[in-house]
Structure formats: structure tokens, C-alpha cells
């Protein structure tokens, strides 16, 4: 069954530093999203992404953080200046059609430390 | 805003018998609904789905079921099995893209 990668598994990072957090959605899905999930709490919607461009992102999605697809499989997500709020498992999830009215699936996640 | 919450925030059953597990929801323009099962170290995994225009869907030994009149959907998980045992989380969908997660209950299957 086809899946969501996700890279690193964790990352630690110094607060302040740039972090990438890489993911390979589903091959033949056209939508992209990140999640996150703090430690024992539920999870928030970060971002979504369609044809090369941003098509809805939260309050949590400030200037620091920038998502990119440079190929033809891969999404990014990166945090410019890390904090140590953004500690946190982030999820990327993809879907074959647009809105929320599809499920999404999901990749197992990264996480985050900042230390 | 919308807030989708969860009645219980743990549950334990015995191997064998059925789960029922509730969520709330207060957005009533939301029209799609899905659950998810979480288990340690992994990302949300999709169960099952269901639109507004349907009360009741069914899978593999889960069912969904949905009151718009109380905004309250549950999940039942028929002979419940000790590799049931994760946090689940209902999450709705209004149309835009994104969903919003409920806080999750832990379900603990006591073999």
C-alpha cells in the first residue's frame, strides 16, 4: 500500500537554527499538507499546498516557516530561526483530491527537539 | 472557531467486547468527518469516513455513526483486539483544506 515518508525520524536542533523536515506524499496525489502535534496534545493544521503554491495556512504558519515541492516527489517544511515552542512532532500528509472533504493520509512524522 | 472534542479522554475494554468511542463537534457547517487511530510512534492512520448527508457508514469491523442534531459522531469497534489499542482521534472537514483534530482518547485493550 502506498505510503507518506517522512525524514528525518528526529531532529534535534539548536534554538535559532534553520531545520528542513523532508516528506515523499503519496506518488499520485496532487495535495500536500504539514501538521503538527505537541507533546500529549492534539493535532493542529500548519499548512496546505496545491499546484506550487500555498492554499490555506493557520495562524501557527508565520513568516518562519516555508514549505516547497523542488521536484516531482519531494515537500519540505522549513522553520528559518527555530524556537523552543517548536518542538513538536510534524506531520506531512497528502491527498489525491483538494479539500478536507477527502481523507488524508499520513506519514509517520518527525521529531522535532530544540534545544 | 471550531472546537471538535472528545467525551473521554481514556477507555479500557476487555478483548472481545465492542468500543464505542465519542467525539463532539460545534462547527455545524462542518460536513465530513473521519476518524483516525494513532498508535505509538506513527502518524494518525486512516479507519473510515463519513459525510454529513449519511447517519451510519460501516467498515471492517467499525462503524460510524453520525447525529447532526447533537453534533456527536461515534466510533464502534466491533470484537475489540488487543492491536486496537492506540489514541483515536475524530477530526472535520468543512470544505477548506484543512481538519481539525479532536484531543484523542486513549483506547486500552485488556487481553
Known amino acids: 500500500e502506498p505510503e507518506v515518508t517522512q525524514t528525518p525520524s528526529h531532529q534535534v536542533t539548536q534554538m535559532g537554527q534553520e531545520v528542513i523536515l523532508r516528506c515523499v506524499p503519496i506518488s499520485n496525489h496532487l495535495y500536500f499538507y504539514w501538521y503538527r502535534q505537541i507533546l500529549g496534545q492534539k493535532v493542529e493544521f500548519l499548512v496546505s499546498f496545491y499546484n506550487n503554491e500555498i492554499s490555506e495556512k493557520s495562524e501557527i504558519f508565520d513568516d518562519q516557516f516555508s514549505v516547497e515541492r523542488p521536484d516531482g516527489s519531494n515537500f519540505t517544511l522549513k522553520i528559518r530561526s527555530t524556537k523552543l515552542e517548536d518542538s513538536a512532532m510534524y506531520f506531512c500528509?497528502?491527498?489525491?483530491?483538494?479539500?478536507?472533504?477527502?481523507?488524508?493520509?499520513f506519514g509517520d512524522g518527525t521529531r522535532l527537539s530544540i534545544l | 472557531g471550531e472546537s471538535v472534542g472528545l467525551h473521554l479522554p481514556t477507555l479500557s475494554v476487555q478483548e472481545g467486547d465492542n468500543s464505542i468511542i465519542n467525539c463532539a463537534y460545534s462547527n455545524s457547517a462542518s460536513d465530513y468527518f473521519i476518524w483516525y487511530k494513532q498508535e505509538s510512534g506513527k502518524g494518525p492512520q486512516f479507519i473510515i469516513d463519513i459525510r454529513s448527508n449519511m447517519d451510519k457508514r460501516q467498515g471492517q469491523r467499525v462503524t460510524v455513526l453520525l447525529n447532526k442534531t447533537v453534533k456527536h459522531l461515534s466510533l464502534q469497534i466491533a470484537a475489540t483486539q488487543p492491536g486496537d489499542s492506540a489514541v483515536y482521534f475524530c477530526?472535520?472537514?468543512?470544505?477548506?483544506?484543512?481538519?481539525?483534530f479532536g484531543t484523542g482518547t486513549r483506547l486500552t485493550v485488556i487481553p
Open positions: 500528509a497528502s491527498s489525491d483530491l483538494g479539500g478536507s472533504r477527502q481523507p488524508q493520509h
Open positions: 477530526a472535520e472537514g468543512t470544505g477548506a483544506n484543512n481538519l481539525f
